[in-house]
């Protein structure tokens, strides 16, 4: 045991390190609170010695013992199932929901998350075995590096032209550009809506994007990060100020129109392209040859 410590050490170290720098909190606000914390970095700490403890249990060949992985990955993809439903009862009480493919894909980033420490604790120990201290030292910063950069996912703004837009009533219809959205009976609201609400056009750099944000899931992640960081004036009887998104589906460009608490055209700009583009959203018609054809016409 003694002779395998150091290297157990070390991977449980940068393994437990990934975790803390992928565990950050961020304006969705998830998770935010101590228990939510306390429950990730356990979970991190435990994938981390099940990839540090891996090494040594090869090295003795002890080869059934790396058998335990596999119910590790079933732990795994039960904190996926916790993420989803806590989310989801949290989504209840909101007034502009996450929607089910923003909560999907939150939870599997969170189940991911865990195997990227272990395979971080894993490889540092490989390398401690075979260099010792500089050798785990650099492997561990490898890793680190690679951790962070597979986080940096793609958000509406790398994918999309986002504008402000004009807000007008074609009579009781909100309309956002040409791309008409609801129904505004009340004459006060319709003022209200001119005088207070703004507009963006969310306009897809290629095919791909396209199919993209055409995706009602996406677009509802659009509405609820710019609810989140703009505030909102909708109450849950007030419906027709619910931040909104609506595509023109003569040019797949979507309008989404809200009322901010904060009026704001710059900052509405910034938050839409700073929603990330869902997992389950994502589409790449342009990789089929029925693709490329149609995005020509």
């Known amino acids: 045991m003694d002779a395998h410590l150091g290297t157990i050490v070390a991977g449980v170290l940068a393994g437990t390190v990934s975790r803390v720098l992928t565990l950050y909190l961020d304006y969705r606000q998830y998770p935010g609170y101590p228990h939510g914390y306390i429950t990730h970095l356990s979970l991190g700490f435990i994938a981390s010695a099940l990839g540090a403890v891996a090494v040594p249990a090869i090295l003795e060949q002890d080869y059934t013992a790396v058998t335990f ?12 199932g916790m993420e989803r439903k806590t989310l989801e009862r949290l989504d209840e009480n909101e007034l502009v929901k996450r929607g089910s493919d923003y909560i999907e894909g939150i939870a599997r980033t969170f189940e991911a998350r865990n195997y990227l420490t272990m395979a971080c604790a894993f490889f540092t120990s490989i390398a401690y075995q075979l260099g010792k201290t500089p050798a785990a030292v650099l492997m561990a910063a490898l890793t680190l590096v690679f951790v962070r950069a597979f986080m940096a996912g793609e958000s509406i703004g790398d994918i999309c032209e986002v504008v402000p837009a004009r807000i007008w009533f074609k009579g009781p ?20 809506i001119a ?66 608490l904060e009026r704001d055209a710059e900052a509405l700009v910034m938050a839409v392209k700073r929603t990330p583009v869902l997992e389950s959203a994502r589409a790449r018609p342009l990789k089929a040859q029925a693709g490329r054809l149609a995005a020509r016409r």
């Open 69 to 80: 992985l596999a119910l590790a990955a079933q732990q795994f993809r039960e904190v996926r």
């Open 173 to 192: 219809v909100l309309m956002v550009e040409d791309i008409s959205f609801i129904n505004v009976g009340l004459p006060e609201v319709r003022e209200k």
């Open 195 to 260: 005088r207070e609400g703004l507009a963006v056009l969310v306009k897809p750099a290629n095919a791909d994007a396209r199919a993209t944000v055409c995706d009602l899931g996406q677009r509802q992640a659009m509405a609820h990060t710019v609810a989140l960081l703009l505030g909102t004036k909708k109450d849950v009887d007030l419906p027709e100020l619910t931040p909104l998104a609506r595509i023109d589906p003569e040019t797949g460009t979507v309008g989404l129109f809200t009322v901010p």
